[in-house]
């Protein structure tokens, strides 16, 4: 009896001695060296995977931020400057200054302004809708209102208004990772430059059709009428396609053009009330 | 009788203009010509505002291989080069032009003698085809004169002629078959000479039979022109359908007729080519049939290319108060249409006006995995699996799954108990699916 225990404890150990010399050499041939750094940097990054920064998911961002020479064309926009400036901080290089973005919607057709000319019984999804026709509306440019953008953003940074029929962003929560903008077939979700106090001034329209159509389909598009182009002193704005834009670079804020817009398709968003003054002015100016 | 072997669905026919004789629709007082109205190249126009037009004047003209010429459809004063919705709602580059009498270029031959000798030779054909802009009448609009010149490397030894009108409602191939059949006939043998065959296949669903009676009667005069009934069922007007209801040809995934040595033309496009080659009358109308359940008077019209849905309408004894949808095209594949100003075009082939009780879709529910969409799928697809795919954005499995290879017939979404929308998804798959690939190729 004693003896078969002998055997078996001597064979297995042989065994194992055996597969310990086999395994050793197995790991020293495929042995993976891995920067630790990687593993710091990640934990330092969000970890939301959202794919903003043009990579899979955080380890791969990881991955080539601690690979990269420079930190030029990588940026997180979820983690923002500080993050960056943690993770150049980490791996003893420069971190660049990046503007932070949000995501803006262009176009305020409201069923208000914009009324349905037909209507659409398909799936609520706005891809599909565009690649049947141009939608409930007779404008072809603005928002099908399906909300495909909503379901795209993973950070609860929007919800579509029942009333507006317009999806709303919610500018603290926005991390302008971009998953709206690809999310949209018509191409109206825009990433403009943030300002002081999220305030915001950009032409809510994206309409490319002449003044005519486009005000006939919806009336408060822009119609290319260029009253804001000449107003603005700082040539923050340009007209390309029928269709006004206001670079958020030069932008000063002024509020100019706002008030010269006749059909009210430029938005000003987050300011405090306007002065009795200008309020006068621009009354007289859209009478 | 002939079928296809795989799939297939039987919608209700309601063929309700298949005994009214085709009419001829008033000229109307303006008319919006697009430039593109083939798959291809849009032609480029070559008229300018307020050039004098007349009936049959080539206004745009061709732009590379895969295009196509378009002819004035009416004589007058070009108003002006604008946009015109297209049966998306998209506007679309069209010629506008307004009418002033009806006056034709004088080379077009407008007696109503048949000519049965055919003069040219089979490449004076096809270039009289690509002039006369001449393209596939069944719904496609692919350039006929593409499909006419075999490519090197590839023989055709099969002419097949698409008489089948599958789809529900329509009638307007039945009507010409019955009321055109010898011009048809002259047209089939043209394309023959044309592809250097010396058989053609005429294929036409036994709903029709007095389509096929007259058919084949007068096939007896002509050398090499069969006409074969074929079993009813959906969607045997399908080219790959057909050829293997027909020759029992299989046309490989991803391939096209000609590699099964096969050329398949409408009978819509057989006639446009007799018009073209022995009276000289380049394509600028064509039949559209208008139809629906409650419309007063409906029928099957010669109508000029750019004339407004509307006055197809208005002929019709206009809307019947219940109308809920205008569909352009048949019930399966057509499409729902938004302004009834979008013009008749090339491929518009009927318009049929659905009573609102009827242009409901069901609501969607769960898939319960009846498998009835993969036994309706005439191309052996799995739909309900290409949907769930493209719905979950899984598009390199949905290209393995050979989505690219859908017809978009719809006979899944027809067939589906749960009302599910199989082909809205399928579709939405199938363009992403050919955008991957082409973004592949161009890296």
Known sequence: ?287 | MKTFPIGGVHPPENKLTAGSEIRYLPVPHSVAIPVNQHIGTPASIVVKKDDRVKTGQVIAENKGFVSSNIHSSVSGKVNKIGTVPDTTGYKQTAVFIDVEGDEWIVTIDRSDEILTEINLSPEEIVKKCLESGIVGLGGATFPSHVKLTVPSGKRCDLLIINGVECEPYLTSDHRLMLERGEEILIGVTILMKALRVNKAMIGIESNKPDAIDHLTNLAKAFQGITVYPLKVKYPQGAEKQLIKALAKREVPSGRLPIDVNTVVHNVGTAFAVYEAIQKNKPLFERVVTITGKSVSNPGNYFVRIGTPVKNLIEAAGGFPDDTGKIVSGGPMMGKALNSTEVPIVKGTSGIILFPSNESKRMDSMPCIRCAKCVQACALNLEPYLLMTLSEMGLFERAEKERITDCMECGSCSFICPAGRPLLDYIRLGKATVIKMARERVLK
């Open chain 1, 1 to 287: 009896m004693s003896i078969t225990v002998l055997i078996t404890i001597i064979s297995l150990s042989l065994l194992a001695m055996l597969a310990a010399v086999i395994l050793y050499f197995v790991a020293q041939k495929f042995k993976v060296i891995e920067d630790p750094r990687i593993d710091e940097v990640q934990a330092v990054l969000p970890g939301a995977n959202c794919g903003a920064c043009g990579f899979a998911g955080c380890r791969n961002f990881a991955e080539a931020l601690v690979k990269a020479e420079t930190f030029e064309g990588l940026n997180c926009p979820v983690g923002g400057s500080s993050v960056m400036e943690e993770t150049a901080r980490m791996l003893g290089k420069e971190a660049l200054a990046v503007e932070p973005l949000i995501a803006v919607l262009l176009c305020n057709g409201t069923p208000e302004f914009r009324p349905h000319t037909s209507r659409y019984d398909g799936v609520p999804d706005c891809r599909i809708a565009h690649s049947l026709y141009t939608g409930e509306t007779d404008c072809s440019y603005g928002c099908l209102g399906y909300g495909d953008c909503v379901r795209a953003c993973s950070f609860d940074a929007m919800f579509m208004n029942n009333e507006t029929a317009l999806p709303v962003i919610i500018d603290d929560k926005c991390v302008a990772c971009g998953a709206c903008v690809k999310a949209c077939p018509k191409n109206i979700i825009e990433l403009r430059k943030k300002a002081k106090k999220d305030r915001k001034i950009y032409v809510a329209c994206s309409n490319c059709d002449k003044g005519g159509p486009a005000r006939r389909a919806c009336k408060v598009a822009c119609i290319a009428c260029s009253k804001c182009f000449k107003v603005c002193e700082f040539n923050a704005i340009t007209i390309v396609d029928n269709l006004a834009y206001i670079d958020a670079s030069k932008c000063t804020f002024c509020r100019k053009c706002v008030a010269e817009c006749p059909t009210g398709s430029i938005l000003e968003l987050n300011f405090p009330p306007r002065k009795f003054k200008v309020e006068e002015q621009a009354e007289v100016k859209t009478v």
